[in-house]
């Protein structure tokens, strides 16, 4: 008779092997649930209200021109002052331009480059200064005269020539101005036999 030792023992059961998890990374997310919108009777959807959005105004800073007034003033001052320059050397040089257009003016400066004492004193040839200053002076008796300044420089001397013009019908609305008189003004180094002025009539 088969002792104990001799029976056959039970093998045991296999223990389930466990589930592996699944990663987070390789899990599928989870899908929110689909919300309803709720119909109107015509079968669209209802409109929703729109939230006014908030207007943002830029923001004005209050010491700025406490920083920049002094920087201000000074870009004016300087734009008038430019503005001013410019109109008033505009104005005189048309004015200067004009002048040296006119028969006066003219006929002075060849009258003095003419004269052989004055040739001999500044040396030839004679340039003629930028600058022609001029006068008008009209008296009530309907007499006009006209004064013209200009500079003439040669190689050895520099003159100044002072041509008076009158007109005896001023009104007439015409340049009908006559040469009557030309003063050359000579500069202090001049010979003592030439004086300080040297007229020429036309």
């Not at 088969?2 to 059961?13: A, G, I, S, Y």
């Not at 079968?43 to 207007?55: D, I, K, L």
């Not at 700025?64 to 503005?83: I, P």
């Not at 060849?110 to 008008?136: C, K, M, Q, Y």
Request: aromatic fraction near 8%; proline fraction near 13%; glycine fraction near 4%.
């Amino acid at each position: 008779m088969p002792t104990d030792r001799e029976l056959p023992q039970p093998k045991p059961e296999p223990k389930p092997k466990p589930k592996p998890k699944p990663d987070d990374a390789t899990a599928p997310a989870e899908q929110p649930a689909p919300t309803t919108t709720p119909e109107s009777s015509n079968g669209h959807a209802p409109p929703t209200e729109r939230q006014p959005s908030a207007v943002t105004r830029p923001s004005v800073d209050p010491d700025w021109w406490v920083r920049n007034w002094k920087k201000f003033c000074l870009t004016a001052a300087l734009f008038t002052t430019f503005a001013l320059l410019s109109c008033f050397g505009g104005g005189f040089l048309g004015s200067t331009l004009s002048t040296k257009q006119t028969p006066q003016y003219q006929d002075a400066k060849a009258l003095v480059e003419a004269d052989p004492e004055l040739a001999r004193f500044t040396g030839a040839p004679l340039a003629e200064s930028w600058i022609a200053w001029t006068n008008i002076v009209t008296n009530d008796r309907g007499f006009a005269e006209r004064t013209i300044l200009f500079t003439l420089t040669g190689p050895d001397a520099e003159v100044t020539v002072e041509a008076v013009a009158t007109d005896d019908t001023p009104n007439n609305g015409l340049d009908d101005y006559r040469l009557h008189t030309v003063r050359v003004h000579l500069p202090d180094d001049a010979p003592p036999t030439m004086g300080d002025t040297i007229t020429l009539q036309p």
